[in-house]
């Protein structure tokens, strides 16, 4: 008959016996050549996971910086336009508000009436011999924008060279010369043949 104690460390022996045997057979096994093999894998995927992320660190600075150098480097050259834009720019002079200028005894800058037609449009004016004398004279000026002579879309009324008819589309074009004239345009140069035409018209 066995004594219950010894039977215990018995029990106990084999099973500390057990576990060094296990331990032994799980020491083997992990110098075995695939759980070496393996453990060096996850070894090098540990040592290049921390090289990419060194280099992913790196990379992003390089960017920012690269970025910052950019746009710095656009913020000058918008600058740079706008500056140069702002001091080329030149303001013309504003025109001077007129008044009508007298002719003889009366204030209506050679105008003596307007003509229309049955729906109420100008269709021309009544000018006298000064206004005409504008008019050429700035159409000697500036008769190349609309190829119009002096003289063109006037009528000579039979008075004796006091009173003329000039057609709407003349009018305007005798309205913006004296615009541009008075805003200070550069002479555009006549249209037709050269030499100034007398400014008197004869009948």
């Known amino acids: 008959m066995e004594i219950p104690i010894l039977s215990t460390i ?27 093999a393996g ?32 746009a710095l480097a656009v913020g000058l050259f918008v600058g740079a336009v706008v500056l140069a834009g702002c001091h080329g720019t ?9 008044v009508a200028s007298w002719d003889g005894t009366n204030q209506n800058s050679g105008f ?7 729906a109420g449009e100008t269709t021309g004016a009544f000018i006298t011999a000064h206004a005409l004398e504008r008019y050429n004279a700035l159409m000697l000026d500036y008769g190349a924008a609309w190829q119009t002579k002096p003289g063109d879309g006037v009528t000579y009324l039979p008075d004796g060279g006091r009173s003329f008819w000039i057609d709407a589309g003349h009018l305007q074009h005798f309205d913006d ?27």
């Open 177 to 203: 010369a004296q615009k541009w004239q008075r805003n200070g345009r550069p002479p555009l140069g006549s249209y037709g043949p050269a030499g100034r035409p007398p400014l008197t018209p004869k009948n």
């Open 90 to 98: 030149v303001t013309p002079p504003r025109a001077a508000a007129a």
């Open 39 to 70: 453990a060096k894998r996850v070894q090098d995927q540990k040592e290049a996971d921390a090289t990419a992320q060194t280099i992913a660190k790196r990379d992003t600075a390089q960017i920012r910086k690269d970025l910052a150098e950019l």
């Open 112 to 118: 003596l009436g307007w003509t229309t037609n049955s």
């Open 10 to 36: 018995k029990a106990g022996l084999d099973a500390f016996t057990a576990f060094m045997g296990w331990t032994a057979q799980r020491q083997a096994l992990k110098n075995t050549t695939a759980v070496q």
